[in-house]
């Protein structure tokens, strides 16, 4: 009788990873090839799963591509959990400015959006990210865990965005967002100086002197109630002080204002761009809940976890490549578009174009980035 049992020779890539290895292979060409074709395994067995879970991802994976579970996932665990007999270890801090290029080359748009922020795992991780910005999502681009405890940030902050800055288009206007509780004016400089424009919001109980005053205001003052807008030159705060642009906005139905601290002059930035920075907080959806499930991960190292965010990292940049798809997104998912919003989001449609992939119902997908435009600069508040 013939042997059905799966060989234990070297894995088969199926297709549909193929077709991320080659990308993998054009975009992260420094990593070892083993490293490539897991990194590739990864991502599929993510996507296919919605989940990270070593033991899922390996048993959706081992049939297609006919070998044992047991050795897809010791191959899976061995890709992230290395040891310091490793030869040539994975070097996470090596593929930011190649994951920011992989969304960059073919980037349309003028203006590129980066956003800073933090997430948090089992009150265990603390993860700081620096995340592109992209139709109501976020890709994650850089990042550092870190343990459950108080640390300065800035300085890796400081590491994080000196990694990207290779990679920083050229003839691109890149901003980057912050929330209040990352400003500091030290960060603030330090963007200026990787030539990007920081979009740093910060409290409104700070001191401000408007360019031509001699007298110090609240900056809360320049924006008293909802319906009010302002922008302008000044000096913020009396110690540390800083000399930006102050973008101010308190349009009917917030809670309270939003007070914004650029670089750029006041005729080219509007207050209402600021809105685009809750985009990274729906990536992290994407990455948990929504998503990928990271926040059930198991993984109880920091480095190890850094690792199991690049496989989360390509696995989301390869979704929303494929939800932005030009001919998919005007012929097959044209219907599904309001006029004011989108009825699927772009995570979904490129989930769901993954599904079409692996039944062969769709072939050669055409990927690419088709920013939207910014909000234009007006004299108005305009819409937040």
């Not at 290029?101 to 997430?119: G, N, Q």
């Not at 906005?249 to 509007?270: F, H, K, Q």
Request: charged share 20%; hydrophobic share 45%; aromatic share 10%.
């Amino acid at each position: 009788m013939r042997n059905t049992t799966p060989s234990r020779k070297r894995a088969i890539l199926p297709p549909a990873v193929q077709r991320r290895l080659d990308a993998i292979q054009h975009f992260l060409p420094h990593l070892t090839l083993s490293q490539q074709r897991t990194l590739a395994l990864w991502c599929f067995g993510i996507q296919l799963a919605r989940s990270h879970s070593l033991t899922l991802v390996s048993l959706l994976l081992a049939p297609l591509c006919k070998c044992h579970a047991n050795a897809m996932r010791k191959r899976l665990k061995t890709w992230y959990a290395q040891t310091r007999r490793t030869k040539r270890p994975l070097k996470v801090q090596s593929c930011f400015a190649a994951l920011l290029r992989w969304i960059t080359t073919d980037w349309s748009a003028p203006t590129l959006l980066l956003a800073m922020d933090t997430t948090t795992i089992r009150n265990r991780w603390i993860i700081l990210t620096v995340s592109v910005l992209y139709k109501k999502r976020a890709i994650p681009v850089a990042w550092r865990v870190l343990a459950w405890d108080k640390q300065e940030w800035n300085p890796i902050w400081k590491q994080l965005l000196r990694a990207l800055a290779p990679a920083f288009p050229p003839g691109v206007r890149v901003l980057v967002y912050a929330d209040r509780g990352l400003y500091s004016p030290e960060l603030f400089v330090y963007l200026q100086q990787l030539g990007v424009h920081p979009m740093m919001r910060v409290n409104g109980d700070g001191g401000v002197l408007v360019e031509g005053s001699t007298e110090w205001q609240v900056l809360q003052e320049l924006v008293p109630c909802p319906g009010t807008h302002w922008k302008g030159r000044c000096r913020v705060f009396k110690t540390n002080s800083l000399d930006c642009t102050v973008l101010a906005i308190w349009a009917v139905g917030m809670r309270e204002a939003w007070i914004v601290l650029t670089d750029l002059p006041p005729c080219e930035a509007s207050a209402v761009w600021y809105r685009y920075r809750s985009w990274i907080e729906q990536g992290f959806r994407d990455l948990k809940r929504l998503g990928w499930s990271c926040h059930r991960t198991l993984v109880r190292d920091a480095e190890r976890l850094e690792r199991v965010w690049l496989a989360l990292a390509v696995a989301t940049l390869w979704v929303l490549w494929y939800g932005t798809d030009a001919a998919s997104a005007h012929r097959v998912w044209g219907a599904l578009w309001s006029r004011k919003r989108c009825v699927v989001s772009v995570f979904r449609r490129g989930w769901l174009l993954v599904w079409l992939e692996i039944l062969a119902c769709v072939e050669g997908l055409c990927c690419g980035w088709f920013p939207d435009p910014l909000e234009p600069v007006e004299d108005g508040g305009g819409r937040v």
